[in-house]
């Protein structure tokens, strides 16, 4: 019986994403933006396993503190993990963006960077009613964690703490972003800078 080549559906992938850019990196864009949600849940995108949150998370509790009617932290500020996951904005804000034959993820929140890189990190101002809050709280059921808060009452009313977060990456291109893209869409891609993609 005669044999014949037929190119098959992953090579016709490649040239129709080749010949139509904008609807394949459609699919790598929300590919991205998928594995960096998981990466919330997982704790780590790609290798790069996440630190835990720092126990207390004094940066946390001092914007508890600074907000109208709360009287205490929640628990997760007395919880090593998730880290990254508060209110479940900073995943959610995640997003892509085409334009010719680059895709675009990222987020548009301020402190999004310095916690994706790591870096300076600044609290809340400590107001008095910030101080007198925290007073209140390590009196009654925060007693155990004075010795850790302490120092809050050390910093001169109306000014911030300072100090340095550890990075935790959550978007880019990893190992499953590159097999992920091979097996849905059927095309190459290479990185253009953190975030960003282009077909090749």
């Known amino acids: 019986m005669p044999a014949g080549f037929d190119k098959g559906a992953k090579v016709g992938r490649w040239e129709a994403g080749l010949d139509n850019p904008e609807a394949a990196l459609k699919q790598i864009g929300a590919l991205m933006v998928a594995e960096s949600q998981r990466a919330f849940k ?6 790069a396993r996440w630190a835990p949150r720092a126990v207390p998370n004094t940066y946390g509790i001092i ?9 205490s932290p929640p628990n997760r500020r007395f919880e090593p993990r998730p880290a990254l ?11 892509f ?13 301020d402190y999004a960077s310095v916690l994706h890189s790591g870096g300076q990190i600044e609290s809340k101002p400590v107001t008095q009613d910030v101080k007198d809050k925290l007073a209140r709280f390590l009196k009654g059921k925060g007693r155990q964690w004075a010795s850790k808060l302490g120092h809050i009452f050390q910093i001169k009313t ?3 703490k300072k100090g340095t977060v550890e990075a935790r990456p959550f978007i880019g291109i990893t190992k499953q972003t590159l097999d992920d893209v091979k097996e849905a869409v ?15």
């Not at 508890?64 to 009287?71: S, V």
């Not at 059927?186 to 090749?200: L, N, W």
Request: aromatic share 6%; no cysteine; glycine share 16%.
């Open 63 to 71: 914007a508890d503190f600074a907000l109208k009617g709360r009287a």
């Open 42 to 47: 997982l704790q780590a995108f790609g290798k």
């Open 85 to 95: 996951r508060d209110t479940g904005r900073l995943s959610k804000s995640i997003a």
């Open 186 to 200: 059927g095309v190459a891609i290479f990185e253009v800078g953190t975030g960003r993609v282009r077909i090749r």
């Open 158 to 160: 109306g000014d911030t």
């Open 97 to 109: 963006s085409v334009a010719g034959n680059t895709v675009t993820v990222g987020t548009n929140l």
